[in-house]
């Protein structure tokens, strides 16, 4: 039987981290009511060539998998602006029709190390800062060594990377195991599954533990994309951990969140944790003890969720202090 190098580090949402349809600032617009992305998938990357296991399923579920299909219903359905599709065809990232992503770009970035892997936040959060390059450009080859395969990106595909950012700034979230169906109708899913283990239904089953990450891709019979031959597989239902990432392509490049009167937003991201009511097109900041009022609020009746948001988005509006004057 091959063995399976998985990759997977497992991690879990902190409290205060972006939930489908729970706590979040990301927009919601059903794309695929069949929950079946299985026609816009582009051909599947393997995480293993002659010589040797990269360890990066996560990257490859993600950037590899995830992103690409989503980029390919875009171009197929026509929904990219004639700016955003001649910056993919001018830089190589369309190859047969397809967009193909480089995963050994984001392996690299993020982290990931051959006989540990990676998870699944760290690399998201790096495909959110970093961008995407065509895997035209920084392919993995069958006769690649390890050290080749992660050796420092260059400077030129960096910065293609950060024009990549500009044009599709893309952000993710947590999605629950519950919400896996309903989620599928916006984008296909990263989940975290046991590999691999085949019941006599031809279903991969839970057995050792979770150790590997691979993308949803239809509702219907746990189908998922894998970097490991086969590379369609159908999962048992309880071959699935509890949470796993969606990730979203923000277009048109405009804030993720539709700011409400009266309504509390809580920043996320950065060295400084800050907490703010809109109010009359303005954030109010509280910018002290924020635990302490989250905690004190949280115990009224009428206590609302703060909108998680990013430095970009909690950037978008003025701020005032407590006296109405603007504040930075």
């Not at 910056?87 to 047969?96: G, M, Q, S, T, V």
């Not at 970093?130 to 392919?139: I, K």
Request: hydrophobic share 35%.
């Amino acid at each position: 039987m091959q063995q399976h190098n998985h990759g997977l580090i497992l991690v879990r949402p902190k409290p205060n981290s972006q939930r489908f349809g729970v706590f979040t600032s990301i927009e919601k617009k059903e794309i695929m009511p069949g929950a079946d992305w299985t026609g816009y998938l582009s051909t599947c990357d393997k995480q293993r060539n002659k010589i040797f296991d990269a360890w990066d399923c996560v990257s490859e579920s993600s950037a590899g998998q995830d992103c690409e299909t989503q980029f390919n219903y875009l171009l197929t359905n026509g929904l990219l602006s004639a700016d955003q599709r001649e910056f993919l065809e001018n830089n190589d990232y369309i190859k047969d029709g397809k967009v193909e992503f480089s995963v050994r770009f984001i392996a690299k970035l993020s982290g990931t190390i051959i006989g540990t892997g990676n998870s699944g936040d760290i690399v998201a959060n790096t495909i959110k800062a970093r961008g995407l390059v065509p895997r035209a450009r920084w392919e993995f080859t069958d006769e690649m060594t390890a050290a080749e395969y992660y050796q420092d990106v260059p400077q030129d595909l960096l910065d293609l990377g950060l024009e990549f950012k500009k044009l599709f700034p893309m952000d993710w979230e947590w999605v629950e195991r519950p919400n896996f169906p309903n989620a599928l109708k916006y984008s296909p899913i990263q989940i975290f599954v046991d590999a691999w283990h085949l019941d006599a239904n031809g279903r991969y089953r839970f057995e050792d533990g979770f150790n590997h990450a691979v993308c949803l891709v239809r509702a219907t019979g746990n189908e998922i994309a894998d970097s490991y031959d086969p590379t369609l597989k159908s999962l048992d239902d309880g071959n699935m951990e509890f949470f796993g990432i969606k990730y979203f392509i923000n277009l048109n490049n405009k804030p993720m969140v539709n700011f409400k009167q009266n309504s509390l937003y809580l920043l996320i991201e950065g060295p400084e944790q800050k907490l703010g009511m809109f109010l009359d097109g303005a954030l109010i900041i509280y910018s002290d003890k924020v635990d302490a009022i989250l905690n004190s609020a949280s115990r009224s009746k009428e206590y609302q969720i703060p909108v998680p948001l990013n430095l970009k988005d909690w950037g978008s509006v003025p701020h005032k202090n407590g006296k109405g004057e603007i504040i930075n």
